[in-house]
């Protein structure tokens, strides 16, 4: 079976957060491992899924991944997980870069901002699980319109002001799609 099929085959939760690494090393450590993952995760005719486990797999494993030249092809992976997200944890707390993937999504700088414009307006609640972080991140009711505001304000220098009340958080999203710092 070839990397992209097993791929497809896990979520996020199962690859890094249920078994450990040792799906993670497997995939890795197989023929030709690093240049197949390498190969799926630019690949922009493939499914996102499977290209985004795959370039988490790279950032976890080569400390120069990605070059400049495959941080555009990345953006479309991270944007569609962002909108697909189905746990929060994964991507940290808006106000906090502490998630792996929100961190990830960052890196890729302007490149992913097109994609976060678009998801400012997606209402819909990204749940997170454990306990103080799922806490914590289910009292905000966090959005995915909310991560994406946080991190284009990281993209983009702008100071970003994590409020308790969702309605105050969309009231500074036109500054933030204007280009404004307010």
């Given amino acids: 079976m070839n990397v992209a099929a097993e791929l497809a085959k896990l979520d996020y939760v199962e690859l890094f957060l249920r078994t450990g690494t040792a799906q993670m090393d497997r995939l890795w450590s197989g023929p030709n491992g690093p240049r197949e993952l390498e190969a799926l995760a630019v690949d922009s005719d493939a499914a996102w899924e499977p290209r985004f486990l795959a370039s988490e797999i790279l950032f976890r494993k080569r400390p120069d991944f990605p070059s400049v030249e495959q941080k555009h092809a990345l953006a479309s992976a991270y944007v569609e ?17 502490d998630g792996p993937a929100g961190q990830h999504l960052v890196s890729l700088g302007e490149e992913v901002a097109p994609g976060l414009m678009r998801l400012l307006d997606d209402d819909r609640q990204v749940p997170y699980w454990g306990s103080k972080e799922a806490m914590l991140g289910n009292s905000y009711a966090f ?4 991560f994406a505001a946080f991190f284009l304000s990281k993209i983009r220098g702008v ?11 969309d009231a500074d999203i036109p500054a933030l799609r204007a280009g404004r710092q307010e």
């Fill in 143 to 146: 959005r995915v319109k909310d």
């Fill in 159 to 169: 100071s970003y002001v994590l409020h308790t009340d969702p309605s105050a958080r």
């Fill in 81 to 97: 997980a962002l909108r697909a997200a189905r746990v929060g944890n994964i991507w940290g707390l808006p106000g906090e870069l």
